[in-house]
């Protein structure tokens, strides 16, 4: 019996060690991720059981993974990674042996498209906001290097620039002044770098390096970002450092002396930190020839560098810091008489008699010669760039992200105002330095299966000064004819006095200090696996400070009991003002989503939004008696209400559709406005009382085998609802002084903007290179719109179509080669209008590019 009891107890030892070791067995499983191209190890891929989301895992750096506590079978997971498509993959039954699974890069997929727009990585049509998705790879085959060239394929974005300084960015016709920049208003659109808010408008002119994808939200966007934001934001990610060695090299070649080269390379420095180095400059000759000096103007000279370093210790802590430099130096941005028209001022003010008494006459007016004779030289330098430190702790069911920066923007300008030969604005240039300091820190993930979140506090510091040499406008010698107001003939003696207003001028000297903090958060909350309810809500503090000195200087030196000294006095005067202003502002958002099945997304938004208060800091209208109008130093805080209706859908295989529809209800709406005197030529700040924008928007895309096709469709009407004070419209000056344009057209929105264009490919060889054949057709649509901020008979820009294509030979490692060609058609068109200094009745037009071609070699590695 003795041994019979122990043969047993042996055997259930036995018994019990196998079985506890099968069962371990059963719960482990190891695979690896490889890029489907290349066959190489990816890291950081995500992989969440569909079952049960506590179990998540990534990849090391070797593309390896483990599953542990696997209990069921089949058991399906998702397998998502920015830059590749989401897969799903079923796991029927245990395997001791290692799983390989490869990942298509999305340059190779569209249907299922990562994004970051919530703070998590999720697919675009999950998201129930309406976004636009612009692969790196799309931007640089369209030769999209910079925003301006990116609206071109999102119908919502308006952009016009007629110089960096002077750019305004919009979203459904919100977001930027249009025309003239003023320092003491914040944006409307939001503009991120890699989770970096860039608060300065002239940064969306930088061209973009090593980009992975644009994002483009619409509507506002107050719960989920660090700043506020009444339109939209531009969500841009770039390409992060790997530790799997790799790179790229490209060369282009066009006409107008067209060159651009860039470079990017990443690979490990050791087994925890990884390194990506970016590089970008492009060249070409100017588009506009000025008789006067024989000189091209408008050319492109500008670089781009950015470099990353990555720290990661473990898989769960990673630090990203980031240096990047832009620099431009251009002879630009040349704006083109287009046209005069008659004010409502007398004769002898009017711009045809007052160059006839100075002899001047006008080269034809035929904008689209491309020719000016100004006589200011055209320049505009630039430098901006940043340090940034970006730091991702996986805490729990979450991830805790941490985001300082410093930026600094130096503007250095020199424009030709009046846009004539004449010597009459002579100088028109506004030198400036900004910094911006910021923190942001968030947490984003799940409490339970049900309900997830996004929750941050982001603090941004602002300092903004002009040169030591202030900002400068000045006269010259033909300004007295200009400014002349009187036909009185001992009057206009004194206005000939020589000179008088020769070198005469100001000098600007404004000081921006402001802080803007906030508390963001927004819930996610599933009812069902069908229906979900998205509560969100923001606390916002602004705080702002100018000061604001102008002082005259130059020109004959009169006594003050000297009538010229009035009339110098009338042209520019000293001014100085300061003002300081806090504000505390409520927002939120309230979404429900509802999901009838898996292809097919719902949602409803109502949201507020709110611009902070603005300060004038481009000078002040006067009184009579010549003191500034300081109740106009302070501007209300624009305030929206938003509603919204979307669907995004999926009705069938690698077909997408889009739809939204949308109403924004604006009080104490935020204008830029132009007036005749030359004391604020640079116009200054207003409150329209009520505004309305509202629209409809399609987004469709289909691929079938090897044909790729888009088309992205948007209607809005934006109106003044009421502004009862407005300037007058240039035909109009000389009238009242203020109008009524209640019911008119804000400016820079056409009723209709539509993209349109594809793409086939086929598979074949070139120089021993196995890859495909591609040609691609973009085009772009848009009507008429007006160009000036109070709608005017003449500052009107018809609207326009353009065509651009490319055709070439594309491999995912070795030579890629490509033709491109840009507004195939040489259509001439206008991107902006915009009336000379002191109103006397000519404008200038922004002229869009002439044809360009050329072609585009690059070779990964």
Same mark, same amino acid.
């Given at each position: ?109 569209? &249907? ?114 660090? $700043?506020?934001? &009444? ?86 802590? $990673? ?41 001047? &006459? ?267 109008? &300081? ?231």
């Amino acid at each position: 019996m003795s041994r019979i009891s122990t043969f047993y107890r042996k055997a259930f030892f036995i018994f019990f060690v196998f079985s506890f070791t099968f069962s371990f067995a059963q719960n482990f499983i190891q695979g690896k991720i490889l890029d489907s191209i290349n066959s190489k190890p990816i890291a950081s891929v995500k992989i969440t059981s569909k079952s049960d989301k506590n179990i998540t895992v990534q990849t090391d750096q070797n593309g390896i993974f483990t599953l542990n506590n696997i209990n069921d079978f089949p058991a399906e997971f998702k397998i998502q990674k920015t830059g590749f498509e989401v897969k799903q993959f079923l796991l029927k039954e245990n395997s001791s042996d290692t799983l390989i699974i490869k990942l298509l890069p999305n340059d190779f997929v569209i &249907t299922e498209v990562i994004v970051t727009a919530r703070r998590r990585e999720e697919t675009a049509q999950q998201v129930p906001i309406p976004i636009n998705v612009i692969s790196g790879k799309k931007a640089e085959e369209t030769g999209a290097f910079n925003v301006n060239r990116l609206k071109d394929l999102v119908p919502s974005v308006q952009f016009y620039s007629s110089t960096p300084r002077n750019t305004s960015l919009s979203i459904r016709g919100l977001g930027s002044t249009f025309g003239l920049t003023n320092d003491g208003l914040d944006p409307g659109v939001g503009f991120y770098v890699d989770g970096v808010y860039y608060a300065r408008p002239a940064a969306t002119t930088l061209d973009f390096v090593d980009i992975e994808r644009i994002e483009v939200l619409r509507g506002p966007q107050g719960t989920l970002f660090g $700043k506020n934001t &009444t339109a939209g934001t531009f969500n841009v990610t770039t390409k992060q450092p790997s530790f799997t060695t790799g790179g790229t090299a490209e060369i282009s070649y066009g006409n107008y002396g067209f060159i651009q080269a860039k470079t990017s390379v990443t690979g490990a420095i050791s087994d925890k930190f990884a390194n990506r180095f970016s590089a970008s400059g492009t060249h070409r000759d100017g588009t506009i020839y000025n008789s006067r000096t024989n000189q091209d103007l408008n050319d492109i000279n500008s670089i781009a560098i950015r470099d990353q370093l990555l720290y990661k210790p473990n898989e769960n802590l $990673k630090f990203i810091l980031t240096g990047d430099y832009n620099r431009l130096r251009a002879n630009g941005y040349a704006q083109v008489i287009a046209g005069v028209v008659t004010t409502k001022r007398a004769a002898y003010r009017q711009f045809n008699n007052i160059i006839s008494d100075l002899g001047y &006459t006008l080269p034809a007016i035929d904008p689209f010669n491309r020719t000016v004779d100004t006589d200011t030289p055209w320049k505009a330098e630039q430098d901006m760039g940043g340090l940034s430190l970006n730091a991702e702790y996986n805490l729990g069911k979450g991830k805790v992200v941490s985001t300082s920066a410093w930026r600094f923007w130096n503007w250095n300008p020199s424009n030709d105002r009046d846009f004539t030969g004449l010597s009459a604005l002579a100088k028109s240039q506004a030198p400036s330095k900004h910094q911006q300091w910021s923190q942001e820190i968030r947490w984003s993930g799940n409490f339970n299966e049900k309900l997830s979140g996004v929750f941050g506090v982001f603090g941004i510091w602002q300092r903004l000064r002009a040169d030591k040499d202030g900002q400068i406008e000045e006269a010259g010698k033909d300004q007295w004819r200009f400014s002349l107001n009187s036909t009185n003939p001992t009057v206009i003696d004194q206005w000939k006095t020589p000179g008088l207003l020769e070198g005469y001028g100001i000098k600007s000297y404004p000081s921006l200090n402001s802080f803007s903090g906030a508390v963001f958060g927004q819930l996610d909350w599933s009812f069902s696996e069908k229906l979900s309810l998205l509560p969100g809500i923001r606390i916002n503090y602004d705080k702002k400070e100018i000061d604001f000195k102008r002082i005259t200087y130059g020109g004959l030196e009169v006594a003050e009991s000297d009538p010229k000294y009035a009339l110098k006095n009338s042209v520019y005067s000293n001014q100085e003002f300061n003002a300081s202003i806090d504000d505390t502002n409520f927002s939120g958002q309230l979404t429900l989503a509802f999901k009838p099945t898996k292809n097919y997304n719902l949602f409803g938004t109502f949201s507020t939004g709110f611009k902070p208060v603005g300060l004038n800091l481009g000078g002040l209208p006067t009184n009579p008696d010549g003191t500034a109008i &300081t109740e106009l130093a302070v501007i209300k805080p624009e305030r929206i209400l938003h509603y919204e209706l979307g669907l995004k859908s999926q009705p069938f295989r690698n077909f997408i559709f889009n739809l939204t529809v949308y109403n924004s209800d604006i009080k104490d709406y935020q204008v830029q406005v132009q007036a005749a005197d030359l004391q604020i030529n640079r116009g200054y700040l207003a409150n329209a009382e009520k505004v309305r924008v509202r629209g409809i928007e399609t987004d469709l895309s289909y691929t079938f085998s090897n044909l790729y096709f888009y088309s992205n469709l948007a209607y809005t009407e934006a109106i003044y609802k009421k502004f009862t004070n407005a300037p007058p419209a240039l035909e109009n000056t000389g009238g009242p002084t203020f109008v009524d344009i209640s019911g008119g057209v804000l400016p820079g929105v056409s009723k209709w903007a539509g993209s349109t264009g594809g793409e086939i490919n086929f598979s074949g060889k070139f120089l021993n290179y196995n890859g495909d054949y591609f040609f691609a057709l973009d085009s772009y649509y848009r009507s008429t719109f007006s160009s000036s901020p109070t709608p005017s008979q003449f500052l009107n820009i018809p609207g326009y179509a353009l065509f651009n294509s490319r055709f070439g030979f594309l491999v995912r490692q070795g030579v890629t080669t490509y033709l491109w060609v840009r507004n195939i058609f040489n259509r001439d068109y206008f991107e902006q209008l915009l009336p000379g200094a002191g109103n006397a009745g000519h404008y200038a037009a922004v002229l869009g590019d002439p044809r360009t071609y050329g072609i585009t070699v690059k070779y990964n590695f």
